[in-house]
């Protein structure tokens, strides 16, 4: 069964991604990689607005500093100012062609966890070439896991002590225990096996319950994971490909899902006037404060 689904804004994404919601500004922000932009919704107006970004930015995460982010744009990250549509590059990332920044998150503390994506057929010499990183506060960068071909998944639990993460194309959710102190990631383990389900794991959140929900991208749907490693709940969307799903709001309980129309690999199947669209449910729970982004050079 399909739940009563409203539709954000009428702004339709090629590739959206990465929603994020602001306390601060009382705004939801998501990223459009193909449309090349960043969207930004007042909550209680529901004015919307659209930033034209130099390249495609993949994740969005807000700082302490009003109007100014921190993007995952091509092969690194960058500070973009949003009310002069300035950025500078903060750290390059990767440097194989074809291989760009992914999904992305602050972990509690500021750090920068992201991945990025392999987009070369998977003939291509030395696919997957993607990785997973971690930028520390002061600009610097660590490699966390290499071999990657198209890094997902980043969530933190309530009291930030377990990571997660996915591989799209191996389509397991991976757990780690997590130090808050020097972001070591530690004694990684499968949480959840998405390979009898419809569709393959995409961008993740995690309720006040410490469950995961993950955008299951062709699969028309998100699902809850229990901590233990369970399916909790399946929603139907109608849209095939969901591509990530967070908490927003001012009480943060309604569930925001960003989708996919004629971007990525392979655009959603025709007969869909939702695809590209901003989902919102009520999903009778609660998420977390999004954490911001603190890194400087």
């Given at each position: 069964?399909?739940?009563?689904?409203?539709?954000?804004?009428?702004?339709?994404?090629?590739?959206?991604?990465?929603?994020?919601?602001?306390?601060?500004?009382?705004?939801?922000?998501?990223?459009?990689?193909?449309?090349?932009?960043?969207?930004?919704?007042?909550?209680?107006?529901?004015?919307?607005?659209?930033?034209?970004?130099?390249?495609?930015?993949?994740?969005?995460?807000?700082?302490?500093?009003?109007?100014?982010?921190?993007?995952?744009?091509?092969?690194?990250?960058?500070?973009?100012?949003?009310?002069?549509?300035?950025?500078?590059?903060?750290?390059?990332?990767?440097?194989?062609?074809?291989?760009?920044?992914?999904?992305?998150?602050?972990?509690?503390?500021?750090?920068?966890?992201?991945g990025s994506m392999d987009e070369r057929s998977d003939e291509a010499p030395g696919f997957p070439a993607g990785h997973l990183f971690v930028v520390d506060r002061d600009g610097s960068a660590l490699t966390f896991i290499d071999d990657v071909a198209t890094s997902n998944g980043l969530a933190f639990a309530p009291?930030?002590?377990?990571?997660?993460?996915?591989?799209?194309?191996?389509?397991?959710?991976?757990?780690?225990?997590?130090?808050?102190?020097?972001?070591?990631?530690?004694?990684?383990?499968?949480?959840?096996?998405?390979?009898?389900?419809?569709?393959?794991?995409?961008?993740?959140?995690?309720?006040?319950?410490?469950?995961?929900?993950?955008?299951?991208?062709?699969?028309?749907?998100?699902?809850?994971?229990?901590?233990?490693?369970?399916?909790?709940?399946?929603?139907?969307?109608?849209?095939?490909?969901?591509?990530?799903?967070?908490?927003a709001g001012p009480d943060l309980d309604t569930l925001v899902v960003t989708s996919i129309s004629s971007g990525g690999r392979r655009p959603a199947a025709p007969g869909q006037?939702?695809?590209?669209?901003?989902?919102?449910?009520?999903?009778?729970?609660?998420?977390?404060?999004?954490?911001?982004?603190?890194?400087?050079?």
């Open positions: 069964m399909i739940p009563d689904v409203e539709i954000l804004c009428d702004h339709r994404a090629k590739l959206g991604e990465s929603p994020v919601w602001s306390e601060r500004d009382s705004a939801l922000y998501w990223v459009d990689v193909d449309g090349q932009s960043i969207q930004r919704l007042d909550w209680a107006s529901g004015q919307a607005d659209s930033w034209s970004m130099p390249g495609r930015p993949s994740c969005v995460a807000a700082t302490d500093r009003p109007g100014v982010f921190v993007v995952g744009l091509g092969a690194g990250l960058i500070e973009y100012h949003s009310a002069t549509g300035e950025w500078q590059e903060l750290v390059a990332l990767e440097s194989t062609e074809g291989v760009r920044m992914n999904d992305g998150r602050p972990d509690p503390t500021g750090r920068m966890w992201i009291d930030g002590q377990t990571m997660y993460w996915t591989d799209t194309h191996e389509q397991v959710i991976w757990a780690f225990d997590y130090d808050l102190d020097t972001a070591a990631a530690t004694n990684r383990r499968p949480l959840f096996d998405f390979g009898p389900l419809t569709g393959k794991p995409d961008g993740a959140c995690v309720d006040q319950d410490g469950c995961y929900w993950a955008a299951c991208v062709y699969g028309w749907s998100v699902v809850r994971i229990t901590p233990d490693g369970r399916l909790d709940r399946t929603i139907e969307l109608p849209v095939e490909k969901p591509s990530m799903p967070a908490f006037p939702d695809a590209g669209a901003v989902l919102a449910i009520n999903p009778g729970v609660r998420g977390l404060i999004e954490p911001v982004a603190r890194i400087s050079i």
